[in-house]
């Protein structure tokens, strides 16, 4: 079994400079702001922060690398976790 392998495995969608997961959680963060407020709307600058400081020390990509490999997230264009040879 056989497939054409992608150019670039760890250059993910962006809007601006962000990236999907950066988006979530700052999403979720404001959310979560939203719904509870008072002090918890400092949670919209440190989880981002903190989240981005974490980030750094992996390369792009890995968290829906992660969510793959534990099964919650499908790579759709990608090669199968077991595929053995690949055409460019």
């Known amino acids: 079994m056989t497939r054409k392998f992608p150019q670039y495995l ?3 969608f962006q ?3 962000f990236e999907p997961d950066d988006l979530a ?4 963060s404001f959310i979560f702001a939203q ?3 008072g002090w918890l709307w400092l ?4 989880i981002p ?5 974490f980030k750094r020390q992996y390369p792009r990509g890995f968290l ?6 534990i099964g ?10 077991f595929e053995r040879d690949f055409l460019e």
């Open 10 to 12: 760890t250059k993910p």
């Open 15 to 17: 809007v601006l400079w």
């Open 25 to 28: 959680v700052m999403s979720a």
């Open 35 to 37: 719904q509870f407020g």
């Open 43 to 46: 949670t919209m600058i440190i």
């Open 49 to 53: 922060w903190a989240y981005g400081r």
């Open 64 to 69: 829906r690398h992660v969510l793959y490999f």
């Open 72 to 81: 919650l997230a499908p790579m759709k264009g990608y090669p199968q976790f």
